[in-house]
């Protein structure tokens, strides 16, 4: 598994790896890179940015939930002790609004 340092590709922001798990977004804008065919193996040739559009529980905790901008596909990560709270708020925000327009 891979943890290493990075440079958002969305706000370029300078992410420090984890200091408990392979670190798979930013903490300022929550948006990943698809890189990983499995968590952390960096095997995944798309490489498109992952766009945050929503927030889901996951038995104890709580997942982002991402769009990847490049090839459209669905993908999950675990929020993190760091990420910004203001951020994951403003996810839950809009997907009751994408809600209550239906």
Same mark, same amino acid.
């Given at each position: 598994?891979? +943890?290493? +340092?990075?440079? @958002?590709?969305? #706000?370029?922001?300078?992410?420090?790896?984890?200091?408990?798990?392979?670190?798979? $977004? #930013? !903490?300022? @804008?929550?948006?990943?890179? $698809?890189?990983? /065919? +499995? !968590?952390?193996?960096?095997? +995944? !040739? @798309?490489?498109?940015?992952?766009? !945050? *559009?929503?927030?889901? =529980?996951? /038995?104890?905790?709580?997942?982002?939930?991402?769009?990847?901008?490049? @090839?459209?596909?669905? $993908?999950?990560?675990? *929020?993190?002790?760091?990420?910004?709270?203001?951020?994951?708020?403003?996810?839950?925000?809009? =997907?009751? =609004?994408? /809600?209550?327009?239906?």
């Amino acid at each position: 598994m891979v +943890n290493e +340092n990075f440079t @958002c590709e969305n #706000c370029g922001h300078s992410v420090s790896k984890s200091s408990y798990t392979a670190r798979d $977004h #930013c !903490p300022v @804008c929550l948006y990943s890179k $698809h890189v990983d /065919k +499995n !968590p952390g193996d960096r095997l +995944n !040739p @798309c490489q498109g940015l992952l766009k !945050p *559009i929503g927030v889901e =529980k996951f /038995k104890g905790t709580y997942k982002i939930i991402y769009q990847c901008e490049k @090839c459209q596909e669905l $993908h999950k990560n675990i *929020i993190e002790v760091e990420d910004s709270m203001e951020e994951i708020i403003s996810l839950t925000v809009q =997907k009751r =609004k994408l /809600k209550s327009r239906k």
